[in-house]
């Protein structure tokens, strides 16, 4: 019986609001740089692909050295300062949109007395984050990369968590977005997961549409 439900929080509770692009091109234009978020979106996207699957925690300076390569090929005047206007741009719960289907489930799993917490890739901004788009109050446990000094999938990521919460993988279940990190990640371990891709067609029982689905399911 499960007994604990994880969740991943970019892409799976949260999501960038309008998109990384466009929050990049406005600050971009503080700065003197008219950029277009589409590009952004796609240089973001390359750069991600290039770092997110490292070892390195991802921290302060990871997010420098990775901004610092999207904007490269437009040479800004003073990127530090740039980087510090973009770093405490993400960190404003107004850069964010929790998705419809969130609030729901965790008042959910609250009536059935679920332990419920967050596992993230993220660094030290998220607590206070989650806490101003008033996701804090639902969540028992918030499991953060930066504070484990582990990263999904690492199994020590997940060996900690369950050295906290004191229960057997079979009874944790993690739902995130990632089918490596997140999905292939737990399941090592002996987590119950799920992968949610709310815009990509179904492919098996494991993989969920809407976290309301994930209520079917446990």
């Known amino acids: 019986m499960i007994k604990a439900v994880l969740f991943d929080v970019g892409g799976t509770l949260i999501k960038p609001e309008p998109s990384i692009g466009h929050i990049y091109s406005r600050v971009a234009r503080r700065h003197g740089l008219k950029i277009s978020p589409p590009l952004l979106n ?3 996207r390359k750069a991600w692909k290039s770092r997110s ?7 302060q300076s990871w997010w ?32 964010w949109k929790t998705f419809p289907d969130v609030f729901p489930v965790l008042r959910a799993l609250q009536k059935r007395h679920m332990i419920v917490g967050v596992a993230s890739n993220w660094d ?48 944790v279940c993690h739902v995130g977005d990632d089918r490596f990190k997140d999905y292939m990640g ?7 997961a799920y992968l949610i891709q709310r815009n990509r067609k179904k492919r098996n029982k494991m993989h969920i549409k809407s976290l309301a689905e994930l209520l ?3």
Not at 53 to 59: E, T, W
Not at 65 to 77: A, I, K, N, Q, Y
């Open 186 to 192: 737990a399941k090592r371990v002996g987590f119950k």
């Open 124 to 171: 030290d901004r998220l607590p206070k984050l989650l806490g101003e788009l008033g996701l804090s109050s639902y969540l028992n446990h918030q499991f953060v990369s930066c504070h484990l000094k582990a990263m999904k999938p690492d199994q020590k990521f997940f060996q900690k968590i369950l050295g906290v919460l004191k229960l057997p993988p079979h009874q």
């Open 64 to 95: 420098e050295s990775l901004v610092g390569e999207v904007f490269m090929r437009f040479d800004p005047r003073d990127f530090s300062s740039l980087f510090r206007d973009l770093y405490k741009e993400f960190s404003k719960p107004s850069s």
């Open 216 to 218: 079917t399911h446990l």
């Open 42 to 44: 796609t240089l973001f």
């Open 53 to 59: 699957h490292g070892p390195d925690l991802i921290d």
